[in-house]
């Protein structure tokens, strides 16, 4: 992915660089012609002409309307500057025309006498400002996301798609913004974005809600995680950047297992790319402990035809405050890409081994926050530790044909295995009292997926067609079959069983300042072993995918979306003879965009979720499935001279049903939950407002029907975040750098499991802030985390188990080029 952002000059689309690029050639008076080597992918054309100025070190000048609907089939191989641009304008009705030795116009075919004049005198340096005024084009951030202000998505059309025409609320997190906030994981990413909830989920496994819906197990590079939990993520070092897509992704194909009908999270990794990167990235935390990670990438050959990328990254932890500790992780990334004239074949391998301590935690002997116990956790305990491991190996491929098409084929295969163990405890249903009980777990999976895409573009009087057909094939295996059993001893064997949680009572004291409580606070039961066996089932998903993203004439867009997708379930029947399950169902999309001008753009969109469950109910069938409407009006806003965008979108989701696990002890099985109505307002800016300073914030107002008349747990009304980041420009200061953040939420409403009673979890705001210091190929940050030690709570928790960070979190981080 191409560095830097290019702006574009009022009235042209202006390609300009302050100074040459690596292998650049010097260009001749009539053009450039010294060969170098090219590598732009299949892409709209205004990006692909900013990134052939940048390889070849022109500016390029050209009429907005005559490229806007243009897609290029790209150019590859070592060829001169001339034949690259060839290339990209093959196909089209442009031509280019040298203006001067810096300057290349490039505009529609011109009759005799109607060229281009030639400047008065070839050796004057090209003044922009003779540009007669045109229409603006923004190509900011389509191939490259500098700064806070992201431009261009590729997983919502599943091409590269310009943000303005996408009838969609998306935000894109870019590498500047995790870098700003000193950001760990994920879970610290999602953290600003509107309408998105981080909770830390019972046995170190995050969760992340958006819109008041499980975002599910999320997407990489646009294709299903499939089983995939949080912890198999990469570090942030692997990432380039993270989309999150709001509203149901049934019509992408994510096949996640959970109520995906809010949004999803895709992480677009770092892969092969000729323009050179050494980076050495570290961060030292008191809690956080040692990371160190390494990023190479460059040209593997002397054509440049053969790229590569290499990350690695390794982390030691220390303790959580409630001192959880023996945290630790791996990660090995090697990719390799080649290219040619029209193909691009990349190929790689990740292994992610993380080691995860328990997060801190508390527990309610009553209805309330203030019946909550001082601390769960004393030294001679057993450590809570869950192990993650992942193996994936991915390959890209992406063909121009001789016409208008292009393929692009992506697909992962993917074997993943967890195990830990836990001190946690159940509700016994008689009031102030709890279960202690340890439990560990093992889990096993395997998934594979595949997506094909076909697209073209064409024209039909002033409307132009994107056209993309897809085909995408997953498969997936979790566990075996097979129910829950009880053992009647604590030495159950379970190692024939791909995915198990053992659940072993204790006697526990639990410290509480409740004289009832610390009387009734140690409940002792028999000791025996509770097996219960997850998954159990190959799942099979199958979607023919047709879309077509239509700009007609300067004003509207239209995006039109059909999948069809087929999902089969291979389980057992509870006399353990095979069942096979089958569905079928249209999945239909529908937006459009109307541009005001080019700054203002208005949307409308609908979209289906459907969301098969391989649970099963009470009578041993697999749960119906679950169906979805979203309706979202909104618009966007380019400000501050396009440096900077603000979203805002209403939105609407109604689903027939959710799904609630009933208790983890036999007889395990599932039952439909009450379906549930979603509506609510998020504005969202980002990008830069004065010199040297960045801004991000979002405001989310969120309501939630529950349709059988309970009450919403875990659901704020009010929702807010702010982050700014100042780069000092000038005198003694300059090297400097500061930036801080706040983040705030409304009270919820949390619900016991034992009795069903509420109980309120307080709002709270919670205030981090850095400094750094700026050197030629360095940078160093010293930040502060929960600035003022507050207490905070998860959104949304039972009386078992309460997630809570306690205290200021110090963190140091660096980046080293060399």
């Known amino acids: 992915m191409l560095r830097g952002r290019r702006r574009v000059l009022t009235g042209a689309l202006a390609l300009a660089l302050a100074a040459p690029a690596a292998g650049a050639a010097e260009a001749p008076g009539d053009g450039p012609s010294s060969p170098i080597p090219f590598s732009i992918a299949p ?64 505009r529609q075919k011109q009759q005799p006498g109607n060229a281009t004049p030639a400047p008065a005198d070839p050796d004057v340096a090209f003044d922009p400002g003779t540009v007669v005024p045109l229409a603006t084009v923004d190509v900011q951030g389509l191939v490259s996301d500098t700064g806070f202000k992201a431009d261009s998505t590729r997983t919502v059309t599943r ?31 999602a953290r600003y974005v509107a309408g998105v909830q981080y909770v830390d989920g019972y046995g170190s496994s995050p969760l992340f809600l958006i819109r008041g819906f499980n975002a599910g197990h999320g997407m990489t590079d ?18 380039e950047r993270v989309e999150v897509l709001r509203g149901p992704e049934a019509i992408l194909g994510d096949a996640s297992q959970n109520n995906n009908f809010g949004g999803s999270i895709n992480v677009v990794m770092k892969r092969p790319q ?139 295969y993917v074997r993943q295995r967890s195990d830990g163990r836990s001190l946690s405890y159940l509700s016994t249903g008689f009031a102030g009292t709890l279960d202690a009980v340890a439990r560990s777990f093992r889990y096993s999976g395997t998934y594979w997926t595949w997506q094909n895409d076909l697209s073209a573009s064409f024209r039909h009087g002033d409307v132009t067609h994107n056209l993309l057909v897809g085909l995408d094939l997953a498969r997936t295996h979790a566990g075996d079959n097979g129910g829950g059993s009880v053992v009647e001893d604590d030495t159950a064997d379970s190692s024939d069983r791909d995915a198990v949680i053992v659940t072993r009572p204790l006697a526990y004291a639990l410290r509480s300042m ?180 960045d801004v991000l914030a979002s405001l989310t107002e969120a309501r939630i029907q529950n349709n059988d008349d309970t009450r919403p747990t875990g659901a704020p009304k009010h929702q807010a975040a702010i982050w700014a980041s100042y780069r000092f420009g000038d005198g003694r200061v300059k090297p400097w750098g500061v930036a801080a953040g706040v983040l705030a939420r409304s009270r919820s409403l949390g619900r016991t499991s034992a009795d069903g009673q509420y109980f309120g979890i307080p709002g709270q705001a919670s205030v981090e802030a850095n400094v750094s210091r700026y050197g030629d190929n360095w940078r160093v940050t010293l930040g502060v985390k929960n600035l003022f030690a507050r207490t905070l ?19 140091l981080t660096g980046v080293y080029d060399f």
């Open 514 to 693: 409740s004289d009832f409580s610390a009387k009734f606070g140690t409940f002792v039961t028999p000791v025996s072993t509770t097996v219960q066996n997850l998954g159990g089932s190959w799942q099979t998903n199958a979607g023919l995918y047709f879309q077509d993203q239509a700009t007609i004439g300067e004003r509207w867009n239209v995006l039109a979306a059909l999948r069809r997708t087929s999902y089969q379930l291979d389980t057992r029947w509870q006399d353990g003879s095979p069942r096979r399950v089958h569905e079928s169902r249209w999945i239909p999309k529908l937006g459009v965009v109307y541009k005001v001008s080019p700054d203002v753009s208005l949307y409308a969109d609908t979209s289906t979720g459907f969301q098969p469950d391989p649970l099963l109910g009470k009578d041993g069938q697999p749960l119906p499935v679950a169906t979805s409407r979203q309706v979202e009006v909104g618009g966007k806003f380019d400000l501050f001279d396009q440096r900077a965008r603000l979203t805002a979108a209403l939105y609407r989701i109604r689903v027939d049903h959710s799904v609630d696990l009933v208790s983890p002890e036999p007889p395990f099985f599932a039952t439909p939950g009450p379906g549930q109505t979603n509506r609510g307002l998020e504005v969202e800016f980002a990008g830069r407002v004065a010199p040297g300073l």
């Open 274 to 412: 000729a323009e050179p990167v050494r980076t050495l990235t570290y961060s030292l935390g008191e809690y956080d402990g040692a990371r160190l990670g390494l990023d190479l990438a460059g040209a593997a050959s002397r054509s440049g035809s053969l790229t590569y990328r290499l990350v690695a990254a390794g982390q030691r932890g220390e303790k959580t405050p409630q001192g959880y500790g023996g945290g630790r992780g791996a990660y090995l990334a090697p990719s390799l890409a080649w290219q040619d004239g029209s193909t691009r074949i990349m190929g790689g391998l990740e292994y992610v081994d993380n080691r995860v301590p328990g997060p801190d935690h508390t527990v309610l002997l009553g209805p309330t926050l203030s019946a909550a116990t001082p601390t769960l956790r004393s030294r001679t305990d057993p450590a809570d530790i869950s192990r993650f491991r992942t193996s994936r190996a991915v390959f890209e491929v992406d063909h121009a044909f001789d016409g208008d098409w292009t393929l692009h084929s992506q697909g992962q």
């Open 159 to 189: 091409s590269e798609t310009r943000l303005s025409d996408v009838p969609q609320s998306v935000t894109v997190v870019t590498r500047d913004v995790i870098e700003s906030q000193q950001a760990v994981d994920i879970g610290d990413v």
């Open 43 to 106: 892409q709209p054309l205004a990006t692909a002409l900013l990134a052939w100025g940048k390889q070849a070190n022109v500016q390029v000048l050209t009429a907005s309307g005559s490229i806007a609907n243009w897609r290029s089939g790209g150019a590859h191989g070592v060829l001169t500057p001339n034949a690259a641009l060839d290339e990209l304008l093959e196909g089209t009705d442009l031509e280019s025309e040298a203006y001067d030795r810096r300057t290349i116009v490039v």
């Open 222 to 239: 646009g294709m299903p995680n499939g089983i995939a939990r949080t912890e198999d993520l990469p570090p942030l070092i692997g990432i």
């Open 793 to 811: 709570y998860a959104v949304n928790f039972d009386e078992t188990f309460v997630p809570i960070r306690q205290g200021r979190v110090v963190l």
